[in-house]
């Protein structure tokens, strides 16, 4: 059901492109793949060469295929003049937090008590993302 309300979301003459898969081993063929958790070097190799991964997962997973390339983080910077935030994101610059945890930030100052920890709600996007903007965070 979730995988069905994302691959909606694409323009209907690339609907047929977005795959879902529940084996790594069906990917075989798929030189593009959204990583939405931690995946092994292991189930790595069932990528084809050339593949590229396209990284939704904190931490990020291991870069150790030297033939595929690999996707950046989502981040988002914090305003300059924010104050009281203590954060520590070892794969980021300083001010700069994973936008699963800039999505935490905003949730407080909204006083929402939806999140996106796990499976989202792909209809609370657009509104999360304007409440960031309007909050000061800048994607990076």
């Known amino acids: 059901e979730r995988f069905l309300k ?3 979301e694409a323009p209907v003459d690339c609907q047929k492109y977005l795959v879902q898969v529940t084996k790594y081993q069906a990917a075989a063929n798929c030189k593009t ?14 990528a084809p060469p050339g593949t590229h991964f396209h990284q939704f997962v904190v931490p ?15 981040a988002m910077r914090l305003p300059e003049d924010v104050q009281g935030v203590g954060n520590c994101e070892y794969t980021m ?36 993302w304007e409440a960031a903007l309007k909050h000061g965070l800048r994607p990076v």
């Open 6 to 8: 994302i691959q909606k």
């Open 60 to 74: 990020p997973i291991f870069q150790f295929r030297k033939d595929c390339t690999y996707g950046d983080l989502a």
């Open 93 to 128: 610059d300083r001010g700069v937090i994973h936008a699963c945890h800039a999505g935490g930030v905003v949730h407080s100052l909204e006083g929402w008590t939806h999140h996106e920890v796990g499976a989202i709600d792909v209809d609370r996007i657009d509104i999360v």
């Open 33 to 46: 793949w959204i990583v939405g958790k931690w995946i092994t070097p292991s189930e790595q190799n069932c």
